[in-house]
């Protein structure tokens, strides 16, 4: 007898996989919860493609969806490739933009309006900020 479902976790691999051929040069983190958030999944990545552009790949996997109107969950048909029912609940995707990847921004936002560039500061582990916001143009 043959199971009409995926487990979470394979679910979670097959996710991967297709994140990666996707997105072959992008490192993507993949886990699921424990305990009473069983089957929900987190994907995150830092830096390369839009939360939209992942989501388009992450959104086939989810099996639920959540009304806040009305507090309730409800069932999405999302099947595998293989025909079986995704066995993961919930995704949340996040997105970390690194302080390199913030000051490349920065100095193309100032270059298209012909205004100095702000130094962007790293301020520990994924968080940065505008180091001098007095010389920012106004």
């Not at 040069?25 to 939209?52: E, H, M, Q, Y």
């Not at 009305?70 to 302080?99: C, F």
């Amino acid at each position: 007898m043959t199971r009409d479902y995926a487990t979470p976790v394979e679910t979670s691999r097959i996710m991967k996989r297709a994140l990666r051929k996707r997105f072959p040069a992008i490192k993507f983190s993949v886990r699921l919860s424990r305990g009473t958030g069983w089957g929900n999944c987190s994907v995150r990545w830092t830096d390369g493609p839009s939360t939209k552009l992942v989501q388009e790949i992450t959104k086939r996997f989810e099996g639920s969806g959540f009304d806040g109107m009305t507090d309730s969950s409800y069932h999405v048909d999302n099947p595998l490739p293989d025909g079986r029912q995704t066995g993961i609940s919930l995704l949340s995707e996040h997105r970390s933009i690194s302080a390199t990847f913030a000051q490349r921004l920065a100095n193309a936002v100032a270059n298209f309006y012909g205004v100095d560039s702000p130094q962007v500061k790293e301020n520990g582990s994924e968080y940065w900020e505008i180091a001098d916001l007095a010389n920012v143009a106004r």
